[in-house]
T-cell receptor, first 114, second 118 residues
Framework: AQSVTQLGSHVSVSEGALVLLRCNYS??????LFWYVQYPNQGLQLLLK??????LVKGINGFEAEFKKSETSFHLTKPSAHMSDAAEYFC????????????FGSGTKLNVKP | GAVVSQHPSWVICKSGTSVKIECRSL??????MFWYRQFPKQSLMLMAT?????????EQGVEKDKFLINHASLTLSTLTVTSAHPEDSSFYIC??????????????FGEGSRLTVL
């Protein structure tokens, strides 16, 4: 079975500071990895995904993530936080046998201070 | 990109009534749709997997008779909360994936439906 761990349910950064949201996963087969963002009372929007190929993945809104197989990690970063980045972020891994079945982390709420 | 739409976005109902939530894939054929429930300040909990033309597969602990799922076409799945009670109040989100090998293995999410049972 797959599992996803997001360290830190709340992360607070100052505007302009580096954003780092951590995600570790467990998977017995090479997974597909995703980061989604959720704004209040809305569904989830895909930020970026890793399936195969280059391990550094760039997504929307200046976010990127790096797949590190040896560390089973897929941390999300952004060099400079904007106020509009304040939201909840979910890391997800798809089942290696059934790529349609997703497992979500518990989420990290990002707060951006002016 | 692919668009998934849910309706209604907000619904308030009386205890004991049934509520239907629709999930539509607007510009692609969704062979599989997923229904999630999200409690306040928590992650998404997968309720069931819905395959077009067949019975839904429910996750452990989810009442099949309480949450009826129908996936009658490649673009529409419905979730009916039967005899709703206040504890069913939650945010329900659907997602859809495309035909095998298409859309890069990505899940596309609806906007979510906030159910409040009085």
């Amino acid at each position: 079975a797959q599992s996803v761990t997001q360290l830190g349910s709340h992360v607070s950064v100052s505007e302009g500071a580096l954003v780092l949201l951590r995600c570790n996963y467990s998977s017995s087969v090479p997974p597909y990895l995703f980061w989604y963002v959720q704004y209040p009372n809305q569904g989830l929007q895909l930020l970026l995904k890793y399936t195969t190929g280059a391990t550094l993945v760039k997504g929307i809104n200046g976010f990127e993530a790096e797949f590190k197989k040896s560390e089973t990690s897929f941390h999300l970063t952004k060099p400079s936080a904007h106020m509009s980045d304040a939201a909840e972020y979910f890391c997800a891994v798809s089942d290696g046998y059934n790529f349609n079945k997703f497992y979500f982390g518990s989420g990290t709420k990002l707060n951006v201070k002016p | 990109g692919a668009v998934v739409s849910q309706h209604p976005s907000w619904v308030i109902c009386k205890s004991g009534t049934s509520v239907k939530i629709e999930c539509r894939s607007l510009d692609f054929q969704a062979t599989t749709m997923f229904w999630y429930r999200q409690f306040p300040k928590q992650s998404l909990m997968l309720m069931a997997t819905s395959n077009e033309g067949s019975k839904a597969t429910y996750e452990q602990g989810v009442e099949k008779d309480k949450f009826l799922i129908n996936h009658a076409s490649l673009t529409l799945s419905t979730l009916t909360v039967t005899s709703a009670h206040p504890e069913d109040s939650s945010f329900y989100i659907c997602s859809a994936s495309g035909l095998a090998g298409e859309l890069g293995g990505e899940l596309f999410f609806g906007e979510g439906s906030r159910l409040t049972v009085l």
